[in-house]
């Protein structure tokens, strides 16, 4: 298989399982490496998630629409957990979110002391009551930077594709990120047709594959205009040509999420024969792009 390395992770092969409800429990985490999984990010690990929300998903005919924020477990339980994947020196990477840049740099050097070897920040989550109306570079350097300075473990920060996006990358570079996480969910929105009105009772985040073509041709930009920090391709993956096509553009792994919500285990597995078999046999003549924007001819 075509081994590869994110965050300082050696892996056995580019397909990631990202952050999301299917990764908030340790059984699932470690059957997911089990499975196949080149590494696992958690649910997105928060001091204080908010309670009392309707959190809900919504499948539908090109993805699923979520109204869930951050894992309801404590992260004194998270810490036992992580301190287990680390002694097995399992694949795992930690996202984390906090309310303030300097409550989510101090759970960061938390999470550092369990031996865990990388970090995902999942600060562009727009679930939370107020919703995230405006991701602006001073903030995402105000979290990445602050963290940065309390943990030396390597860290992707997850940004959402749209607006300004240069510049949020460009942010989150000063701040110190070793890769990023690229993309997030985005709004979107679907009407019920028995009331007519927006379902889960407002904007949500989309996920699924109407949202790969935005994040490969944000990928390909970035490469383009000479950005070379890491890239983890997240969005819409539902085969190994994706993953090849996220590759291609000049992502260095791709993550999956939304197509495990149907026959989780199987869905991976079939994703990751499928990426072995497409880039496998390709491995010792073609190498996979790392930072060149036209990418490999695969």
């Not at 602006?136 to 992707?156: G, K, Q």
Request: charged share 20%.
């Amino acid at each position: 298989m075509l081994d590869v390395s994110i965050l300082g992770l050696p892996l056995d092969n580019p397909v990631i399982v990202a952050s999301g409800l299917l990764t908030d429990q340790e059984r699932n985490i470690r059957r997911l490496i089990e499975r196949g999984a080149g590494a696992v990010v958690t649910k997105t690990i928060h001091p204080s998630p908010p309670k009392g929300l309707d959190e809900r998903i919504l499948r539908l005919p090109v993805g699923m629409l979520n109204s869930t924020t951050y894992s309801k477990r404590p992260v004194n339980q998270w810490l036992v957990v992580l301190r287990s994947f680390a002694d097995d020196r399992l694949p795992v990477i930690a996202s984390l979110h906090a309310d303030t840049p300097a409550e989510l740099a101090a759970l960061a050097k938390d999470v550092e002391a369990t031996g865990c070897r990388a970090l995902e920040l999942g600060i562009s989550c727009l679930n939370e009551e107020d919703g995230l109306e405006v991701d602006n570079p001073d903030r995402i350097y105000a979290y990445t930077s602050e963290t940065r300075s309390r943990t030396t473990l390597p860290m992707s920060v997850k940004l959402a594709v749209g607006e300004g996006l240069q510049d949020r990358v460009r942010a989150a570079i000063a701040g110190g990120a070793d890769a990023i996480t690229l993309s997030d969910t985005i709004p979107g929105a679907a009407v019920s047709p028995t009331t007519g009105q927006l379902e889960l009772n407002g904007v949500f985040g989309y996920s699924g594959p109407g949202l790969k073509p935005l994040v490969l041709a944000a990928v390909w930009q970035l490469r383009k205009r000479g950005f070379d920090l890491p890239v983890m391709g997240c969005g819409g993956v539902t085969s190994g040509r994706d993953v090849a096509d996220y590759l291609s553009v000049g992502a260095n792994v791709a993550q999956v999420y939304t197509a495990l919500h149907t026959d989780m285990y199987q869905t991976l597995g079939r994703i990751v024969t499928e990426t072995r078999d497409l880039l496998g046999s390709q491995a010792t003549t073609t190498p996979l792009p790392a930072g060149n924007p036209q990418g490999a001819a695969i």
